[in-house]
């Protein structure tokens, strides 16, 4: 029986996917690279660190992943500022979920600052029992981490969850964690394979709760 949810952040909770792939489109090009967003939709799941971390050494950079980071969540958050929209259908789901008793967790490879940020401004951090960041983890997606801390911060036993992500890394995470996971195809997350979710959606408007916890 399913007793939480855990939700990603970014591309299924907020619009944000694209407007990362903008941000780290810019920072990079600061350092002379143009990249394509397809190349950047390979790491989405992922800590901004490992990126990072992986962007400087394939591009042969003669930088470090603080300063990058720091370009980065500079342009980022200026670009929230302009829109920082719901994924469409995801609020009224989250506020079903509760009534029903889910506990419900967010496991973003985000930093907390942004998280904190992200709930603000939607106005759902009251909906959330359980938060995991990338300050929180030491492995990113797709090792299982994320997700087995926040079933930990949640009580209940990784069988008892159901995961929602829009990314391949974070259907293999839940798929190592032994959860049950629910893939959210988003437009603005690229090209993202699927395929292992135990259910695929579209649209968080059309999906009932009860379908969801089948």
Known sequence: MIRAVIFDMDGVIVESEHIHIEAEQQTMLKHGVHISAEELHTYTGTTAEFMFTELIKNHKLNTTFERMFNEKEEILFKLLEKETMPTKGVIELLKKLKQKGMKLAIASSSHRKLIEYVLRRLDIGRLFDFVVSAEDITHSKPHPEILLKSARGLRVK????LVVEDAKLGIEAAKRA?????????????DQDLSRADMIVYDFSELSVEEMLA
Do not use: D
């Open 158 to 161: 990784p069988v008892q969850c």
């Open 178 to 190: 032994g959860m049950k996971v629910i893939g959210y195809r988003n437009p603005n997350s690229g």
